[in-house]
């Protein structure tokens, strides 16, 4: 099975849902916009309507969609419009690109879930659309925290980010 989402950088999203059991691979790329074959830099730019963005393939027999939406909203501010942290734009965008009816209506189900039971303080700004084509991220941005765990934005916002997420696992 498939699944885009988009919670931020794209670095962070990969290096987290890399760490689940039945993820087959992560590709992080872009999806939503109206470029074709978009760069990064023109996503960076704003301009291309893209949002940074991780397509998964994953075993639904081991891991079912719905524990892949609990780490989504669990590891990112779902609140924040186009930003998260000190990343800010359109590309930064909170969003959960479906690619059937299944998968829309388990999202919708899941925030509808969050806010009636009241989790964040602020409305749930998490986009749910259609999956759109999917622009792979140039080879560099893959696997980009394990290749570069040196670099300062994977040390100070990532390493601690998976930190958290990895010490607050029930399932190993």
């Known amino acids: 099975m498939t699944a885009t989402f988009g919670g931020g950088c794209f670095w962070c999203t990969e290096a987290i849902f890399q760490q689940l059991d039945g993820v087959r691979e992560v590709v992080p790329g872009y999806m939503g916009g109206q470029r074709e074959n978009p760069t990064y830099e023109q996503v960076c730019s704003g301009a291309t309507g893209h949002a940074e963005v991780i397509q998964l393939e994953y075993d639904e027999e081991v ?102 997420f990895l010490a607050g696992r029930t399932d190993g």
């Open 63 to 164: 891991l079912p969609y719905e524990e892949l939406l609990a780490v989504f909203f669990k590891t990112h501010d779902p609140t924040t419009l186009n930003q998260q942290g000190h990343d800010i734009g359109t590309q930064y965008r909170s969003v959960i690109f479906y690619h059937d009816d299944v998968q829309r209506a388990a999202a919708t189900a899941f925030v509808r879930q969050l806010e009636e039971n009241e989790v964040y303080d602020d409305p749930i700004v998490t986009e749910i659309s259609p999956a759109m084509p999917f622009y792979a991220a140039e080879l560099y941005h893959h696997n980009y925290f394990n290749h570069h765990p040196e670099n300062p934005y994977c040390s100070v916002v990532i390493a601690p980010k998976l930190r958290k």
